[in-house]
């Protein structure tokens, strides 16, 4: 029996549990591998543990008495209880759902391709991805990490990161051509798109080029998938991440209106709480990452 006084044995409880739906000890014995006469002991010394009769016999079937069926109703709950925080305590170290805080651009277009590899290396792991364009606080948010982009100074968390970024303004050959945008002074003075996230990203081009931006008004769009569209329908300039627009590139259906230094001081990182310990799947997932991460050697120069 349990030290407990007031916590009597599980198995037991189990039995008692099956019981009334099975009906008979050979039924619990069955679906518990057990034999009947253990079955029946268990009952017997539940019954004297807490001194009060729990099955009565009618026919070829044992009943639960009344107390028995009210005692068993708070039981379960009990129940309940340890089988969630089992299922938890085991999803935590051999598998479950892993949080990420995603940007959709970044997320959809370098991390997505890349995301079957890892679930074919631990299918018990489970991806769920959620929109976040600016920092939030991991203590208030049920996020396991987030995809960050500027410098590493998000604050209380570690940072690996993944990927610096290398930008390109583009446009159609069209717009190119009826503009005669053969220059840098020429595009000073063209339709350029901005960033609502990012509102210095032109004057910081062109300060990189040693020029200066002529006028700073434009349409601003709140995501670059919005602003693809844009700059392929014609509508204009854009300073794009060269990651986003390699197919548009290779194509022909936008080209590089001048060739520039686009390195960006800022970079992409995966980061993660540092005052949570880091979970085995969060370790998993980022090592893995770590191997997928971009050389900055390979950028353009």
Known sequence: MSRDLNLPPFGALRALDLLESLGTAS??????????????RQIKSLEEYLNVPLVRREKQRLLLTREARVYLEDVRKGMSLIRSATSKLRSDHMGGTLTLAIL?????R?????LSEFSARHPDITLNMLTRLRPFDFNEDPIDAALHFGAPDWPNVDALKLMQ????????????????LTSITALAQAPLMHMETRPTA???????????????SGP???QFSTMIQAVLHGQGVALLPRYLIEQDLASGKLVQVVQADGRNDKAYFLVWAKDH???PKLRLFRDWLATRAEDEDALPR
Do not use: R
């Open 27 to 40: 039924a619990v014995a069955s679906e518990l591998g057990q034999t009947q006469g253990a079955i029946s």
């Open 277 to 279: 310990e880091i979970s």
């Open 165 to 180: 970024e290398y930008c390109v303004p583009v446009a159609t050959p069209e717009f190119i051509k009826h503009n005669n």
């Open 220 to 222: 601003v769009f709140d």
């Open 104 to 108: 959709p651009a970044f997320g959809m």
């Open 110 to 114: 370098w991390l997505m391709p890349k």
């Open 202 to 216: 032109w004057s910081d081009w062109f300060t990189k080029q040693g020029s200066q931006l002529a006028k700073t």
